[in-house]
């Protein structure tokens, strides 16, 4: 059983550019989180998505977006990059009405230069 | 808001020495409460949880009691080993489940 799987594993971008991160969640679950998670910092709560729909968003700006194919799968989006959007971006998923266990996959590593 | 605190690192131990790692909350509602690792180069794994007021939530030699009357919940482990070396992190999920708050982290390194 495949556990939550995440591409790319790093990537680079420039100042200004658009990027698009995917995640495909554990197998038998339905929501699929996002957080952000600068070098020596817990993560960050950026969105939730259930059912194709974002459902709870943290503190983050619009340039931040994402989206839930009907295979639960899901992209982040962050557009007009900055140099403060470089960390590990993580995902987690969970099957709705359990005991709010969430499994993370391994991240996807963002430089921005 | 909902928030957690947690022990700043980092903290060093010798083989086989009890292990402590601080941690309380705050939140509205009935959280529930985690305590996730993270081992170089990879994502976090859930290590502990509970979801109610006195449960004790424990795996792999690693305890914690979720203390409503303190906000707290604090890591132990009676004996720690080199393979425990990870960053330790404290989290709560609020009442509806969708979104989890985590503490700033843990260093844990243990030498032989």
């Not at chain 1, 969640?25 to 957080?35: A, E, I, L, M, R």
């Not at chain 1, 974002?54 to 619009?62: A, I, S, Y």
């Not at chain 2, 290590?47 to 004790?56: S, V």
Request: charged letters at 20%.
């Amino acid at each position: 059983d495949a556990g939550v799987t995440q591409s790319p594993t790093h990537l680079i971008k420039t100042r200004g550019q658009q990027v698009t991160l995917r995640c495909s969640p554990k197998s038998g679950h339905d929501t699929v989180s996002w957080y952000q998670q600068a070098l020596g910092q817990g993560p960050q709560f950026i969105f939730q998505y259930y059912e194709e729909e974002e459902r709870q968003r943290g503190n983050f700006p619009d340039r931040f977006s994402g989206h839930q194919f009907p295979n639960y799968s899901s992209e982040l989006n962050v557009n007009a990059l900055l140099l403060g959007d470089s960390a590990l971006y993580l995902c987690a998923s969970r099957r709705r009405g359990s005991s709010y266990e969430q499994y993370f996959g391994p991240g996807t590593r963002l430089t921005v230069t | 808001g909902d928030s957690v605190t947690q022990m700043e690192g980092p903290v060093t131990l010798s083989e086989e020495a009890f292990l402590t790692i601080n941690c309380t909350y705050t939140a509205t509602g009935y959280p529930s409460l985690f305590w996730y690792v993270q081992y170089p180069g990879e994502g976090l794994q859930l290590l502990l949880k509970a979801t109610k007021a006195d449960d004790k939530g424990s795996n792999k030699g690693f305890e914690a009691t979720y203390r409503k009357e303190t906000t707290s919940f604090h890591l132990e482990k009676g004996s720690v080993q080199v393979s425990d070396s990870a960053v330790y992190f404290c989290a709560l999920s609020d009442h509806t489940g969708n979104q989890f708050y985590f503490g700033t982290g843990t260093s844990l390194t243990v030498i032989p």
